[in-house]
């Protein structure tokens, strides 16, 4: 937690991957989850590291309905009062999925195509952009506030229109940069998950990753977290490596143009102040 200076618009990644997701954001007063994967417990833990309170979230938005991004927003809707944001199709498979803890209906908010949230200040606004993955109505969330804008885009088969739409200008990103294409190949998967993982409805690959930061950095990104990397598929060295790599390629210097950072898989990650 060394790099946290305080402000009053933060990004800190809880916990990133296939075994749990889960984002803190803070805009001024409001703070919220980007989805939760991970226990109650977790959260509090590392919101209590960077001085924050629990008891002070407004909401959780719900990027799909996969149980590492979903398992515990039950929980948390029920002992924190928290609504719900997630997609019709989203609203559709966690209501009978027996893995997630049950969100009673007072607390379930569904939308079409963005969320409208219940008492959200004017300078904050919230909108959601489809990504493109194996389960229905997936999304991805852009955050802005005070002029400024954040997002989040994992799992995600490639980078659509959509999602380039909805991330250029974006100051902070997490990006997914899932799996080393050689290391997917070579790997223990089946060979129908690796066709799954790196099918345009599965995961971006570093590559993809890497291409794609550079496409923002260009526009004005400034701080990118590389999340939901793979344990079997990739290693968080080579994540960063390949990406870097990319930047360089188009002429970004990825030390002086932009903050680098990694989205830890099973403890919190640095917070961003953006
Ligand atoms: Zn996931
Ligand atoms: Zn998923």
Request: glycine letters at 8%; aromatic letters at 8%; a negative charge.
């Amino acid at each position: 937690m060394s790099e946290f200076t305080g402000g009053d618009a933060l990004f800190y990644p809880i916990a990133s991957g296939s075994s749990g997701n889960a984002i803190f954001v803070r805009c001024g007063t409001v703070s919220f989850l980007v989805d939760c994967g991970v226990s109650m417990r977790r959260v509090k833990c590392a919101l209590s590291e960077i001085g924050e309170d629990i008891a002070g979230l407004s909401f959780i938005l719900v990027t799909h309905a996969h149980v590492d991004h979903t398992k515990c927003v039950g929980a948390m809707a029920c002992r924190y009062h928290l609504p719900i944001y997630a997609s019709r199709g989203t609203w559709d498979i966690v209501r009978s999925d027996i893995r997630v803890s049950r969100v009673p209906e007072e607390y379930q908010r569904e939308f079409d195509a963005s969320p409208e949230i219940d008492g959200l200040p004017d300078a904050v606004r919230i909108s959601a952009f489809s990504t493109p993955h194996d389960v229905p109505d997936s999304v991805g969330y852009r955050i802005e506030y005070a002029g400024r804008a954040a997002a989040v885009a994992t799992d995600l088969g490639y980078v659509s229109l959509d999602v380039k739409a909805a991330l250029y200008g974006a100051d902070v990103v997490l990006l997914e940069s899932n799996h080393d294409l050689d290391m997917l190949s070579s790997g223990p998967y089946p060979a129908f998950l690796k066709k799954r993982v790196a099918g345009n409805r599965g995961h971006l690959s570093n590559l993809a990753a890497g291409r794609f930061a550079a496409e923002l950095a260009a526009r004005g990104t400034r701080q990118i977290v590389l999340g939901h990397i793979s344990d079997k598929n990739n290693t968080p060295a080579l994540a960063l490596e390949t990406v870097e790599r990319e930047l360089s390629r188009a002429g970004i210097d990825p030390r002086r143009d932009l903050r680098l950072c990694l989205a830890r898989r099973e403890e919190p990650s640095d917070v961003l102040v953006w």
